[in-house]
């Protein structure tokens, strides 16, 4: 490869790669189906959400108004690290592949929170379809152990 070349082939090398990486925690196409991130001054109510150790949400089924803005606070009640992540199922389940390749991935998209042991977080979130929206903790072992979850989604 000629020097010249090489000064462009690597910067748009590079920026494929980052752009392929981004897409895969990024919201693009699955915000349309379920939403997009809320504005904290429009949220209608506040959803607690416990995780525990028994690798179950408690409120694993929210009800919720399409065009409704949520937030979710999610707690830790256990000892391990858990996370809530909101997702289609399908894109949950391919989530939870990479997570079991990576289990130190770390969130900072807007539809999901990492929660360490006795913490809390938040995810504001508003829900623009009817429909269902689907949750799930991705940490390895925890989506298989039946750590999901479901938002209803009522047509207004």
Same mark, same amino acid.
């Given at each position: 490869?000629?020097?010249?070349?090489?000064?462009?082939?690597?910067?748009?090398?590079?920026?494929?790669?980052?752009?392929?990486?981004?897409?895969?925690?990024?919201?693009?196409?699955?915000?349309?189906?379920?939403?997009?991130?809320?504005?904290?001054? =429009? #949220?209608?109510?506040?959803?607690?959400?416990?995780?525990?150790? $028994?690798? %179950?949400? !408690?409120?694993? @089924?929210? *009800?919720?108004?399409?065009?409704?803005?949520?937030?979710?606070?999610?707690?830790?009640?256990? =000892? #391990?690290?858990?996370?809530?992540?909101?997702?289609?199922?399908? $894109?949950? %389940?391919? !989530?939870?592949? @990479?997570? *079991?390749?990576?289990?130190?991935?770390?969130?900072?998209?807007?539809?999901?929170?990492?929660?360490?042991?006795?913490?809390?977080?938040?995810?504001?979130?508003?829900?623009?379809?009817?429909?269902?929206?689907?949750?799930?903790?991705?940490?390895?072992?925890?989506?298989?152990?039946?750590?999901?979850?479901?938002?209803?989604?009522?047509?207004?």
């Amino acid at each position: 490869m000629k020097p010249r070349k090489f000064l462009f082939v690597v910067p748009a090398l590079l920026l494929s790669l980052s752009a392929m990486a981004s897409g895969s925690h990024g919201g693009g196409h699955t915000e349309a189906a379920i939403g997009k991130p809320g504005v904290a001054s =429009k #949220v209608t109510r506040t959803v607690n959400i416990d995780m525990t150790d $028994d690798m %179950k949400f !408690h409120a694993s @089924v929210v *009800k919720v108004k399409q065009g409704e803005t949520i937030r979710f606070i999610a707690k830790n009640s256990g =000892k #391990v690290k858990h996370e809530m992540v909101l997702g289609t199922a399908k $894109d949950l %389940k391919e !989530h939870y592949e @990479v997570m *079991k390749k990576n289990p130190e991935m770390e969130h900072a998209d807007a539809n999901m929170v990492t929660v360490a042991p006795g913490q809390s977080g938040e995810i504001v979130w508003q829900f623009t379809s009817a429909g269902k929206v689907d949750f799930a903790c991705l940490q390895p072992g925890h989506y298989d152990a039946g750590m999901k979850g479901m938002v209803h989604v009522a047509k207004k």
